[in-house]
């Protein structure tokens, strides 16, 4: 199982960045996404999940309105909208996977990708 988070970068408050995440090695289809970010001196938090069975997206409070997670099975990638950024959106940003439902603990995901850098300028 391997997962390859990428599309981060620099942008200022208000741009936008869309992350990929590359599945391989397993039977996409069948895995609950997770996006998570961890900010530097804070703890892991979920951002937003797309359920296995229907594609059910839902996203974190946080980022609601903001950020649209969506999964495309055939190409068994995942990804990450992010609109109207803020600096307190700077964080790096894992993908992560499981074969249950959906959920924002993360001790409940089997696998994890690297992690991208996402940092916002004000």
């Known amino acids: 199982v391997q997962l390859q988070a990428s599309g981060g970068g620099l942008v200022q408050s208000g741009g936008s960045l869309r992350l990929s995440c590359a599945a391989s090695g397993f039977d996409f289809v069948r895995y609950t996404i997770g996006w998570f970010r961890q900010a530097p001196g804070k703890e892991r938090e979920g951002v937003a999940h797309?359920?296995?069975?229907?594609?059910?997206?839902y996203t974190a409070d946080s980022v609601k309105g903001r950020f649209t997670i969506s999964r495309d099975n055939a190409k068994k990638t995942a990804y990450l909208q992010m609109n109207s950024l803020k600096p307190e959106d700077t964080a790096v940003y894992y993908c992560?996977?499981?074969?249950?439902?959906?959920?924002?603990?993360?001790?409940?995901?089997?696998?994890w990708g690297q992690g991208t850098q996402v940092t916002v300028s004000s």
């Open positions: 797309i359920s296995r069975i229907g594609g059910i997206p």
């Open positions: 992560a996977c499981r074969l249950g439902g959906p959920s924002f603990r993360r001790e409940l995901y089997d696998n």
